[in-house]
């Protein structure tokens, strides 16, 4: 397998990636491929495209504390700002990226019809928005910090605090899904899913750190979560490697 494909992106680094199957992630065992990755050289449509519609988001697609909310409430939690970076393998920043992100709500619960956990569902909190990015790939949403849960993989196993990231950049080679994870969280070393990735670095580039100068005093704790697309120091990928 090659390094580098033939194309105008450079290939990810795939030992930062976890392996297809990892026994402690349960469900890797049934979804995770058994043959050996072949990497092929992009080509031009998937270089170019597809386009999505900007005028498609709403002027709340970003607050998540109001998006959902009806009349003058607001979801019930803690207050945060989470904001970053969009950067290609260079470096440089992606504008008019599509950023789509969803999360459990501050009880760990998602809005979700099979979900299992107990915890109550908010009735002013959908869990779900989406922002494009600025000219120099900034980013920037309003949510209530969500909730550790457990999950059915071992006997007592909790998914740490974490928000799902969706992103669209110009074309399909810059396509992610990915987790952030919040500093300081010591349920972040003890998750399955976060335990398949193999390198410590690539752990550390999904754990948001508290920035106390984007803080809004009596409002909002601020955390910010840099994403790369592609390249050695790409983001990792949310639960399976993939993407080309």
Known sequence: MKDR?????IARDWSRQPPAITPSYRTSITRGPERAKISYPSTQSEE???VFGHNLLGPLDNDLIRNFATGDASAIGPRIVVHGRLR???GRGVAGALI??????AGGRYRHKKEGYIAPLDPN?????RMITDETGAYRFRTVKPGPYPWPNGVNDWRPAHI??????????????????????????RCPIVAAIPRREAIEGLIAPLDMNNTIPMD???????????????SHFENRPEGM
């Open 88 to 90: 290609d393998e260079t």
């Open 100 to 105: 789509e992100v969803w999360q459990a709500n």
């Open 164 to 189: 799902h990231f969706s992103v669209f950049g110009h074309s399909f080679a810059q396509r992610l899904i990915t987790q952030m994870y919040f500093e300081g969280d010591p349920l972040i070393w």
């Open 220 to 234: 909002a704790c601020a955390y910010r979560f840099d994403i790369i697309l592609r390249g050695r120091r790409a």
């Open 5 to 9: 494909p033939e194309g105008g992106f």
């Open 125 to 129: 909190f959908g869990g779900c928005g």
């Open 48 to 50: 170019t495209g597809p």
